[in-house]
Nanobody, 124 residues
């Protein structure tokens, strides 16, 4: 069983920054971040592999968001810079529990365990 808890969301002005955390109870897995805005489907944001050496970002956040992880603390971080109102959403982290890591998964139904989400609101 894997338990994930997100934190770090809040209200920020456009151009500002936030750092989200995903605390993980359980084995070390590839972790993906997703977001779901009002009346929108859940969409992929970024993912980081078990070692933290490989990551992948959706085009809209590349060069603004940065993933990192501290496996000693079982925590993955999503540093979000230059935030825009379009980034407003509930942000979720999720675990990819495949035994063999391969290409990063980008569909929500491909992830096995989810956190409860943290709200990020960017004002204009």
């Amino acid at each position: 069983q894997v338990h994930l808890v997100e934190s770090g969301g809040g209200l920020v002005q456009a151009g500002g920054s936030l750092r989200l955390s995903c605390a993980i109870s359980g084995p070390t897995f590839t972790i993906g971040w997703f977001r779901q805005g009002p009346s929108m489907d859940r969409e992929f944001v970024a993912a980081i592999d078990r070692s933290g050496e490989r990551d992948f970002y959706t085009e809209s956040v590349r060069d603004r968001f940065i993933l990192s992880r501290d496996n000693a603390k079982n925590t993955v971080y999503l540093q979000m810079n230059w935030l825009k109102p379009d980034d407003t959403a509930i942000y979720y982290c999720a675990a990819d529990t495949r035994y063999y890591e391969g290409t990063f998964l980008v569909r929500p139904n491909e992830y096995d365990f989810w956190g409860q989400g943290t709200q990020v609101t960017v004002s204009s």
